[in-house]
């Protein structure tokens, strides 16, 4: 399979894989390659009720983390996504994907891109959105792009805790705070040639910009690229596998029961590029 058939999902973000089986992802030598170039291109790529498990998904991850790499990847590993607090540790802090993000904004060098299998799925509300951050670049005029190129922003894990706990206790403070902030420029410049944004909610401020008038602009970028027109929104089946390039895309999750019993497993491929 030297080509995928994909069909698109939205305007500037997303596509549905076609004729892919769950035997095809350990065993197509081709697959792994062809995903990646598609997923370059479309940002998220949904593979529908392929109903794999974990030791599959953590194998496949292993195949595309290993794409174009001199080295092998250490072994990407499941994480629990679920906001049962006795299936997962970090059950409170995600609460705070129903707001846009990317992962890891705060390292200096995000995952390059996500993977989410969905095993339970809850009745109502639950859906994974996702937005393109380089859609978001290019949709600015050109004064807009030569005032965003100098511009840097810190990013904290207060500030998208903040919106979920806006009274933290002081044991949620130092928790968030000992995480250190990170700086980085308001518009990634990828060795692809290719640009983006990078916003979301772990955006505090712009550095050097009087604080509202920052935030505002933060705030206006974000919704522009968030617009209902501009965005893919996955309704989960069971089974379904979900990949996207966290360099290039946001998402987030729509509000559900948190005793929904919804869990999604998920594996990440390791960045090989700093934000600059």
């Not at 944004?197 to 974000?222: F, K, M, W």
């Not at 617009?227 to 379904?240: C, F, I, K, M």
């Not at 895309?249 to 700093?274: A, I, K, L, N």
């Amino acid at each position: 399979m030297a080509v995928l058939t994909t069909r698109k999902l939205g305007a500037t973000v997303g596509a549905e894989v076609l004729g892919v089986d769950r035997r095809q992802l350990l065993s197509d030598d081709t697959l792994p390659k062809a995903c990646m170039e598609a997923l370059e291109e479309n940002g998220v790529l949904v593979f529908r009720e392929l109903f794999i498990d974990d030791e599959t998904q953590v194998a496949f991850s292993k195949r595309l983390d290993d794409v174009g790499k001199a080295e092998p990847a250490a072994l990407p590993r499941i994480f629990n996504v679920t906001l049962d607090p006795t299936k997962s540790s970090t059950a409170a802090y995600l609460r705070g994907t129903v707001y846009w993000h990317i992962d890891g904004a705060q390292d200096d060098v995000p995952s390059k891109a996500t993977m989410l299998s969905a095993h339970v799925i809850s009745a109502t509300g639950g859906e994974t959105e996702f937005a393109s951050t380089y859609a978001a670049y290019d949709d600015l005029t050109d004064a807009e792009k030569a005032e965003c190129e100098d511009l840097r922003v810190l990013h904290s894990l207060e500030a998208s805790q903040r919106l979920v706990y806006p009274d933290p206790t002081p044991e949620q403070l130092a928790g968030w705070r000992s995480k250190p902030d990170k700086e980085h420029p308001l518009v990634w410049q990828h060795r692809s040639g290719r640009r983006s944004l990078v916003i979301g909610v772990s955006a505090s401020h712009v550095v050097g910009r009087e604080l509202a008038d920052g935030r505002a602009l933060l705030a206006d970028l974000l919704e522009r690229s968030t617009a209902p027109a501009r965005v893919y929104r996955h309704e989960w089946s069971v089974g379904d596998l979900v990949l996207w390039d966290n360099t290039g895309v946001m998402h987030r999750v729509q509000p559900y029961d948190p005793t929904s019993g919804r869990e999604m497993h998920r594996t990440t491929m390791s960045g090989d590029e700093p934000i600059r």
